[in-house]
């Protein structure tokens, strides 16, 4: 019964931190849809011609309107680079997909504090910057030259005629149904392709907040040694990334969790930055760039993480800005009628409509130009698709390469059976 009680305990813990986010996530999610189906991806290419300070910026702006995918943000940072875009300019894009986007502020704001949610942008501007500065010297350009060399064969490029630069034009397309059934229809995927990141995420904080005890934080997290307990702390976060599995926004929850557990402020921060450097995603840079500069990739965003977290918490430790105490239980685990409730409840009814949109895009005109994601959901441009397959005469297009090699190898669908020697052959072309 004990151990029945505390499977029910964590499970409402995961359910009312799931509760409290409710409505950012749709809200941050709608917007991110938003944006996507009304932004160019060639637009985005021929933006990323070097890593001046200029380009920078404006790589680190159409990643924040991007969606916060950590798999398809890589992919679309791979697609970018492979297209023409500088490689310093495309990882910075790949950082902002996934740290400087609008629903993972809002899921920070609302579970662990607004202090986190300010956190996430003051550190991600320094992240990018560092990054910035780090990666030309890590990475030479005779190393870069050969990782778009290994990708020549990656994905394809735009042909110039995406969603948002056809007949119609943009401002055409926010002003009528097809577009926002289009921009639905990217919410919808979005949110298929994070389920199993989020419902993870949920889940594991959920039992970490009430399983785990706080003596294992402590002897985990060292305190009371001033400078070298918050070094230690903001280390380790992102070494907690790489073994949770948890990427994107679900890793929020968990976030919340270790806060509660004990970690630093700072510590909480580079965990929440680490999304990128999780071990799955370690192995979908090894397909793209090779062992030698994942290992490369992995030191720097593993430093720039960490400085990013330990800069952020002296930044906000010398305005007063760093919560004084650790909470007591990471969410209530009992239904109140409040705020939070309503905006709920406005989410879902918000949430209905853009589905119904998503339904009925096609007799209200959308959907050309577009494919699902027959892996994760996700929506995609089949002009600029990171990865394709024909098997059986029928065409396939994938949000990334991982969605790609994972529909082959469990034998395209039913239409072909997987091919033993697929794994090598897809090492010599990522995206065919």
Sequence with gaps: MSALHTIGRSLAEGGSMFWETLWALVLGFTLSGAVQAFVSKAQ????????????VTRAASLGAISSSCSYAASAMAKSLFAGGADFTSSMVFMFASTNLVVELGLVLWVLIGWQFALAEFVGGAIMIVLLTLLLPRVVPPAAQEQARHRLSGGGREDDG???GEGQQGTAGRVRSWAGWADAAGYMVSDLTMLRR????????????AVVVPTSVWQALFVTGHGFWSSLENVLIGPFLAIISFVCSVGNVPLAAALWHGGISFGGTVAFV?????????????????GPGLTWRLLGTFWLVMSAAGLATEYIFKAAGLVPPTHPAVV?????????????????LAVFCFLYLLYRNRERLGGGGGYAKDPVCGMQVETASAPATLEIGGRQWWFCSDHCAESFRSRG?????????????????????
């Design 44 to 55: 985005m290419r021929r933006a990323l011609g070097d890593h001046s300070p200029k380009v």
């Design 161 to 163: 005629h995406g969603h």
């Design 197 to 208: 990141e989020l419902l993870i995420g949920f889940l594991v904080a959920g039992f970490v």
């Design 273 to 289: 930055f680490a999304d990128l450097v999780t071990f799955p995603l370690l192995l979908v840079y090894r397909k793209y760039y």
């Design 331 to 347: 969410a209530a685990t009992t239904w109140r009628w409040n705020y939070t409730t309503i905006l709920d409840l406005i989410a």
């Design 412 to 432: 395209g669908g039913g239409h072909l059976p997987p091919g033993p020697d697929y794994c090598h052959a897809h090492e010599e072309a990522p995206s065919r």
